[in-house]
């Protein structure tokens, strides 16, 4: 019984000098994931950079709208304020554009054109060069430039 004994013993020592392989101790994601993860990033990136481009080429049209609601329509000439602000903010979009220098009811034909209001244009000869302007034709003509603003598409100045 000793030799068993003996046996036992050093079958236990050879035992404890196997080395069992460590524990993982971080969780790996499968390559896979990564790419699926890869893929996510680069399209929220994209979208992100795609809301900033149009974010900043709308800055001007923020602008010109916050000019429009300051002009004070009951001055003398807030018909020719509206008109050059109009033409501001063209020649910001796109310089030497040919409308900027039509005549005021052909400039009007325009803006109606490339917005496709349904809005009847407004007359702008007698505002801009009559004695005293109609209020309720300023008002129009400034409601027309803001219908503009809002619903012209870029890519219609591109003439």
Do not use: C
Request: net charge positive; charged share 15%.
């Amino acid at each position: 019984m000793a030799e068993t004994s003996s046996m036992t013993d050093n079958l236990k020592a050879a035992l404890a000098d196997i080395q069992q392989p460590p524990l993982p101790d971080e969780f790996y994601l499968a390559p896979g994931y990564l790419l699926l993860s890869t893929l996510i990033l680069a399209l929220v990136g994209w979208f992100g950079w795609r809301l900033v481009q149009h974010y900043r080429r709308n800055s001007a049209r923020r602008l010109a709208l916050q000019l429009l609601e300051k002009i004070n329509l009951q001055q003398q000439d807030a018909a020719n304020q509206i008109l050059l602000l109009l033409k501001q903010y063209l020649q910001t979009k796109k310089p030497g554009h040919p409308a900027l220098a039509l005549q005021s009811a052909q400039f009007v034909a325009f803006l109606q054109q490339s917005a496709a209001l349904d809005t009847p244009q407004p007359e702008l000869d007698p505002l801009l060069y009559g004695p005293v302007p109609n209020p309720a034709a300023v008002t129009a003509w400034h409601l027309f430039a803001k219908q503009w603003l809002i619903k012209h598409k870029e890519l219609s100045l591109y003439v």
